[in-house]
């Protein structure tokens, strides 16, 4: 079930409307009821490997917590953790297994699925990583495991987080079941405007620079280095647009229901490092790589590491890279088998070990040369820079395959005349008029992506209700009306699912 769908809508109103109608201890029925309503809108049979996935996960965490010594409680969290990826692997790589094992070169596939013949259950890939947090933490000892099978029920599978996160902790949601949520009229006004906020980036802005950016990339006569740069900063935009939509979505819908999700974007392209990138984009995610990944990684390597330093370099700048290393190829792996996601993940390892041992001549350098006084000047380089890697990066992740990424790489520096220019202005035309757009119409729409990125960063949070509220009621109510025209002028009919529902 789409969130832009009419059924969600219909679904979701009459969600609400009974959970304020239900008594609050019995709340977690109807949140259990729904959430499998929702999911049974997929492919139903998959229901069942989520019931599996929670049932199994929920006497695994009980099996840590009866374990008196800690080898035992760890041998029981491996376990654990194996059965997850067990189960996530049988759905999303058994094909790219199949292949392996009947000599099929993976570099020079072609954007097959990663299953041939079964589509993956929808969610699996963030359900998976909910369920090895809560046996992490329990082994941890930082909670204690869930003795009631419905609260555990609700958090894994409650529909607003179920699909695409965010991938919430389990000491910040499931305490939050535990309480009475009374009707706030507040807290429903800021649910119902987040979601507001994240179908308008959705519909208006993604939807549309998907048509865009599909009619370049699937479309080999159109590789030159104008129009590729062009469709790849399209991509850049679309893909967040799309992804935090989503999430605006969902933790609108949640707040409505009395819950709060955790954020997972923070304005990630006014980012001036690749590494406050991933401490903005997908925060949820990068944090759980940190803390279940990277930290574990360190650690190990740092036992094995007897020296101060190797060849002139600090063994921490060794740690370092070798745990970021694995933690990005793993990323990447997550994302997809095929090599272009293992590219993407690679290059963002590159950057961030490049950007860990240049950080100190970096910080000379501009100190001597006194760049960095020029503060706005400065930043706004900085961010320039580190949304053209970002982009580099994302071409890996938009295009089919490993081939046709480095093909468009090896056609970036094509076609840059002033012939090859009008046929872009050409193209693009073409692309709007395919969109039944006309050109001053796509100039509205690409004015409105760097409106959006202002408004978020000016609020941080969206419209969040201590600066928006204050704001005049005629202004609010303006903003209001002209997001519903906006959606009601621009939305697509046939809206495209969300990127990430693939991952």
């Given at each position: ?14 969600t ?15 949140l259990?009821?729904?959430?499998l ?42 376990t ?7 189960l ?89 079941l ?13 649910g ?51 992804f ?55 650690y ?14 600090r ?46 001549p ?25 949304f ?67 408004i ?48």
């Open positions: 079930m789409l969130f832009t769908s009419l059924n969600f809508l219909v679904f979701f109103a009459l609400t409307v009974v959970y304020y109608w239900v008594p609050s201890p019995k709340r977690w029925i109807l259990l009821a729904a959430s309503i929702f999911y049974l809108f997929s492919i139903p049979v998959y229901a069942l490997v989520l019931v599996f996935s929670i049932v199994s996960n929920y006497l695994l965490g009980n099996w840590i917590s009866r374990c008196a010594d800690k080898s035992a409680r760890k041998l029981a969290m491996i654990g953790i194996l059965f997850n990826l067990f996530l692997a049988v759905f999303r790589y058994a094909g790219s297994f199949i292949d392996i094992l009947s000599g099929m070169p993976l570099i020079v596939r072609t954007g097959e699925p990663v299953l041939h013949h079964i589509i993956i259950p929808l969610g699996i890939s963030f359900y998976t990583f909910s369920n090895i947090s809560y046996l992490v933490e329990i082994k941890r000892k930082n909670i204690q495991a869930e003795n009631h099978l419905g609260y555990f029920t609700c958090y894994i599978s409650f529909f607003p987080k179920l699909i695409q996160g965010p991938i919430d902790r389990p000491q910040h949601f499931i305490p939050q535990r309480k009475n949520h009374p009707f706030d009229y507040q807290e429903v006004t800021n119902i405007r987040l979601m507001l906020w994240g179908f308008f980036k959705k519909l208006v802005i993604a939807d549309h620079l998907s048509l865009m950016v599909n009619g370049v990339y699937d479309n080999k006569e159109h590789w030159h280095g104008p129009l590729l740069v062009f469709s790849t900063i399209l991509f850049a935009f679309q893909i967040y647009m799309d935090s939509g989503y999430i605006d979505i969902a933790r609108g819908a949640a707040r409505i229901l009395g819950f709060r999700l955790s954020r997972n974007f923070n304005s990630p392209y006014l980012s001036t490092s690749i590494k406050e990138f991933w401490n903005r984009w997908h925060i949820t995610l990068s944090q759980w790589l940190r803390d279940y990944l990277f930290l574990p990684v360190a190990y390597v740092s036992a094995k590491m007897k020296k101060e330093a190797y060849a002139g370099i063994v921490d700048k060794y740690i370092y890279a070798i745990a970021i290393s694995v933690t990005f190829l793993l990323c990447g792996l997550w994302h997809g088998s095929g090599w272009n996601f293992i590219a993407w993940g690679g290059i963002f390892a590159i950057y961030l070990i490049t950007g860990s041992l240049l950080e100190k970096k910080k000379r350098f501009y100190k001597k040369t006194g760049f960095s006084n020029h503060k706005k000047t400065f930043n706004a380089l900085q961010v320039s820079i580190t053209m890697l970002v982009c580099f990066a994302w071409i890996f992740f938009r295009a089919p395959d490993l081939g046709n990424a480095m093909e468009i790489i090896y056609k970036l520096p094509s076609g840059w005349n002033s012939d090859t220019m009008w046929g872009v202005l050409s193209t693009i035309q073409g692309l709007l008029n395919q969109q039944n757009l006309s050109l001053p119409e796509g100039g509205i729409l690409l004015l409105l992506i760097p409106s959006v990125i202002g978020e960063s000016f609020f941080q949070e969206h419209a969040n209700h201590r600066k928006f509220s204050v704001l005049p009621m005629t202004v609010r109510w303006l903003t209001y009306y002209l997001l519903v025209l906006l959606i009601c002028y621009f939305g697509i009919a046939e809206t495209n699912s969300f990127v990430y529902f693939q991952f």
